[in-house]
C-alpha cells in the first residue's frame, strides 16, 4: 500500500513523493513488482482477504503495489476518492460505460470523442441495450437538457476535443448532471490535471489515457480511472472479472513519469502557446485559421481561462489548400514525427482528414471541427526554435 503523505503538500510534490512503502531493501525509487500473485501469511489471511474483511494485493489482475501507487498519485492529483488501472485508455473508458450502465439506459455524449469512444459509443454498447444521444460541442445549455431522457444515466464528454480543440463548459455539464441526478464521466487526457481538474466542476468519472501525456514519451500503453468511491467500486468490480489490467511494469513507468508531468505540462504549453503566436502573427497567408484556447482570439478564449490553467500542448491550425496542401505539408516536415500518438516529449504532426478521420463523410467531419486542411501538433519538449523552422519550412514547400 503506498505510504501516507501528510496532508498539506502541493501536486507538484504530491506526484513526486506519494510511493509504496520501501521495502526490507531500503530501495529508493520503487520497485517494479513483476508477480502474479502474492502469498498468504497463513490459511486465514488467504480467506479474509478473499472475504474482503482485510485490504491486501492477491493477484495482479485485482491490485498490484505500482498499480496502487499510480492510482494513489492521481486521486490526489485529481481530487477524486479512488480509482483504477486498466491495460489502455480505450479499456478505461470502456470500463467507465459498460461498468456501471445497463441494459436499457441512456449516455448523453459530446460528439466530438475520441475515435474508438466514438465505436464504443455506436456499434458496442447498442448490442447490450445501452444508446446514446450525441449533442454538438456548439451545443447550448438548452441543448444538452433536451438531449437529457427519462432513462439517461451518464453524461460523457471530452474537452479540450480531439483533434477540433473546441471547449465544453465544465461548471455547465456538472450543473445538468447535478439538475437530472446522472453521472458526468469526463476524458481529461488532453489535459491532465495539472491542466484542468474536472472534480473541481462536479465530474464523478475521470478517465485517462495514461499513454499520452502521463507518460509523455510514447512507451508504453495505459489508462487510469478515478472517481467517487462507490462508483469506483462498481467499476472495480466489473474490471477485475472482465480482465483489462495494467501491467505493473507499464504501472512503474506511469507513475515514474508523474514525477515530471507538471514541468512537462508546463513546457509544452509555453511551446504551444508560442508555436500559436507565432503562427498567427507571420503565417497566415498560408494558413486559414489557428486554434489554441489561450489564444486571444480563440472563440472560447474566457472559457478557457475560466476552466484551463494553460491552454495545454496541442494546437491545431487549417492550411489553404485543402487534402492536397495539408498532405504535402506532412511530406515536408522533417524533425517532427509523423505518427498517431500524442502527448510526447517530441512534436508530432498529424493529418485527421486524411487518416484519423478518412472514413467521415466531409459532413461529419465537419461537425467534429475537421477541416480538410486541419493540422493537429502535439507540441513537443524541442527547443522552440527548430520546431517553428521545421514547420515554417513545411508550409512553404507545400505552396505550389
Ligand atoms: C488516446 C486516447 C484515448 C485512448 O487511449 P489508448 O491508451 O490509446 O487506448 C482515449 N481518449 C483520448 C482523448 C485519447 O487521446
Known amino acids: ?3 501516507d503523505l501528510p496532508d498539506g503538500f502541493h501536486p507538484e510534490t504530491i506526484a513526486i513523493r506519494a510511493q509504496t512503502e520501501r521495502s526490507g531493501n531500503r530501495e529508493h525509487a520503487v520497485p517494479i513488482y513483476m508477480t502474479s500473485s502474492f502469498m498468504f501469511d497463513d490459511a486465514e489471511q488467504a480467506r479474509a482477504m ?3 474483511e482485510i485490504e491486501g494485493n492477491i493477484y495482479t489482475r485485482f491490485s498490484n503495489p505500482n498499480s496502487n501507487e499510480l492510482i494513489e498519485k492521481m486521486c490526489l492529483l485529481e481530487d477524486a476518492e479512488d480509482g483504477l488501472t486498466t491495460a489502455s485508455g480505450m479499456a478505461a473508458v470502456f470500463v467507465s ?3 456501471i450502465l445497463k441494459q436499457g439506459d441512456h449516455v448523453v455524449a459530446s460528439r466530438a470523442v475520441f475515435g474508438s469512444t466514438h465505436q ?10 445501452i444508446k446514446h444521444t450525441y449533442v454538438d460541442t456548439s451545443a447550448s445549455e438548452e441543448d444538452w437538457e433536451k438531449a437529457i431522457q427519462p432513462n439517461t444515466r451518464m453524461i460523457f464528454a471530452e474537452t479540450p476535443s480531439n483533434p477540433g480543440l473546441d471547449l465544453l463548459d465544465l461548471q455547465m455539464l456538472g450543473q445538468i448532471a447535478k439538475r437530472h441526478d446522472i453521472l458526468l464521466n469526463i476524458d481529461n487526457c488532453f489535459a491532465t490535471p495539472f491542466v484542468q481538474k474536472p472534480s473541481e466542476f462536479g465530474a464523478d468519472i475521470i478517465t485517462h489515457s495514461a499513454t499520452k501525456y502521463i507518460d509523455g514519451q510514447g512507451r508504453a500503453i495505459g489508462g487510469i480511472i478515478v472517481g467517487r468511491k462507490d462508483i469506483v467500486k462498481e467499476l472495480r468490480f466489473f474490471a477485475r472479472h472482465s480482465g483489462p489490467a495494467m501491467s505493473p511494469f507499464n504501472a512503474w513507468i506511469f507513475s515514474k513519469s508523474l514525477e515530471t508531468l507538471s514541468i512537462r505540462m508546463e513546457k509544452h504549453a509555453n511551446n504551444a502557446m508560442h508555436l500559436a503566436e507565432w503562427l498567427e502573427a507571420e503565417h497566415m497567408q498560408h ?5 489554441y484556447p489561450y489564444l486571444k482570439s480563440y472563440p472560447q478564449y ?30 515536408n516536415i522533417k524533425l517532427c514525427s509523423l505518427t498517431a500518438n500524442l502527448g510526447d516529449s517530441r512534436t508530432i504532426v498529424t493529418h485527421p ?4 478521420h478518412s472514413k467521415l463523410s466531409i459532413a461529419d467531419r ?12 502535439s507540441v513537443g519538449l524541442e527547443h522552440i526554435t527548430d520546431i517553428k523552422n521545421d514547420i515554417a519550412s513545411a508550409l512553404k514547400s507545400s505552396q505550389h
Do not use: H, Y
Open 287 to 291: 494558413l486559414e485559421s489557428v486554434k
Open 366 to 377: 465537419e461537425a467534429v471541427g475537421i477541416s480538410d486542411g486541419l493540422i493537429r501538433i
Open 353 to 356: 482528414a486524411s487518416t484519423t
Open 120 to 129: 464504443v459509443l455506436t456499434m458496442l454498447l447498442p448490442r447490450w441495450g
Open 97 to 99: 460505460l459498460a461498468g
Open 50 to 52: 478473499f472475504a474482503d
Open 302 to 331: 474566457n472559457l478557457a481561462q475560466k476552466q484551463m490553467k494553460s491552454g495545454g500542448g496541442m494546437v491545431c491550425f487549417s492550411v489553404k489548400g485543402g487534402l492536397e496542401r495539408g498532405r504535402a505539408f506532412l511530406d
Open 1 to 3: 500500500m503506498p505510504n
